[in-house]
């Protein structure tokens, strides 16, 4: 409900969604109209569970925004739910997702629900992404870490901070 109330403009898909299963995400998400973005998490029939990018336009500059979730999250849930979500590898669903967005973005926005040390790697491979900001990595980052061009970001776990990343333009 928070999350509804806050007015987010997207919002990667996580583990922690799924606690209650598949079903509940799915209705919790469509009764607050939560703007959930996913590039690779599929269901058991290859569909996808979300978008899986918006782009914004802002004062004319065309940012996208896109979310990937990593499998190592989902290590910890029971092999009923795994049946239900299929997680294609993170490099992949980049890979395409920068070829659908080519001369579409003036900047990309990535909201990553993987360990920091995997989106050192994804920016170091695709250095067309900005901005790479984590959601799920425990460890806070105060400032944010630049890998080539592309900053990383992450305001630590469950809530318990507000990060704000300024892009100059």
Known sequence: EAAAVMGYDAMAIGDQE???GLATFRQVA?????????ENLRDGEGKRL???YLI?????IKIAVCAV???ERYLYLDEEFMKEVKIEPV?????GMLKELSGRADYIILLSQQDKQLD???AKKFPRINAIIGGHDEELLLSPIR???TVLCNAGILSEQVGVLHLGV
């Open 91 to 95: 490099a992949d669903a980049v890979e």
């Open 56 to 60: 914004k336009d802002v004062g004319g």
């Open 147 to 149: 890998v080539g061009q």
């Open 50 to 52: 979300a978008p899986g």
């Open 120 to 122: 050192r790697e994804l």
């Open 18 to 20: 799924f606690i209650d």
């Open 30 to 38: 469509a009764q607050y109209k939560l703007p959930f973005l996913s």
């Open 69 to 71: 979730a990593g499998s």
